[in-house]
């Protein structure tokens, strides 16, 4: 350690002062189950979702495909990957299969992807993702420019405990977790929001009741 670093922690010691015998406890009363019905957590998480700059449609089940046809000829979406899994299937539309698993380069030259959910939290309008096979690898939904996501509303729970809980066995089993609350958007840099810098640019919600 060179002269001039020991001289200014040395300094910084002397300001903070001696420390403390033990640190105090933190609370840790946390709220960890939700009070909300199920028709009021949908419309929480519609509503968070939203403010996160999500586009979010709420369907009924039998009206996904109808809803996710209609979506992609809004933003001219011709070719998608899905997870193997995914709910619903949009006409029209190419779905190229990820097996085996499609090159990075290969993802970005894709309009979008589609893809379900394994968990979604009504106060942080998040949805998660697990690697099943209804969500699919990571990388789907990191490289193309278009997320369509399809959210069963039995599967949103009211606040993050809840969701921390179902994602449980599958954290033990090593799956990766992806947290998505809105578009990708940074605004490191000189404080200038730029969109899309790690993940799709447009996230696209549909809430599908059963």
């Not at 809105?182 to 640019?201: F, K, M, N, Q, W």
Request: a negative charge; hydrophobic letters at 45%.
């Amino acid at each position: 350690m060179s002269a001039a670093k020991a001289e200014i922690l040395r300094r910084i010691g002397a300001a903070a002062g001696p420390a403390p015998a033990s640190a105090p406890a933190v609370p840790r009363h946390y709220r960890r189950s939700g009070e909300l019905g199920k028709e009021a957590r949908v419309d929480l998480f519609c509503e968070r979702a939203a403010d996160y700059d999500a586009r979010v449609h709420r369907v009924a089940a039998a009206e996904l495909d109808d809803a996710l046809t209609a979506r992609c000829e809004e933003l001219g979406a011709r070719r998608l990957v899905a997870a193997a899994a995914a709910p619903g299937r949009p006409r029209g539309v190419e779905v190229e299969p990820d097996d085996p698993p499609i090159a990075a380069a290969a993802l970005d030259g894709l309009d979008g992807v589609l893809t379900g959910c394994a968990v979604a939290i009504a106060t942080t309008g998040t949805v998660v993702l697990d690697g099943s096979p209804s969500c699919g690898r990571r990388a789907l939904t990191l490289v193309p420019d278009l997320h369509l996501c399809v959210v069963d509303a039995a599967a949103i729970v009211e606040t993050v405990p809840e969701a921390l809980a179902a994602l449980a066995p599958a954290a033990a089993a090593g799956a990766p977790l992806t947290f998505v609350s809105g578009p990708s958007a940074t605004s490191d840099i000189e404080l200038s929001r730029v969109d899309g810098v790690h993940g799709p640019r447009r996230l696209e919600i549909f809430v599908a009741w059963y």
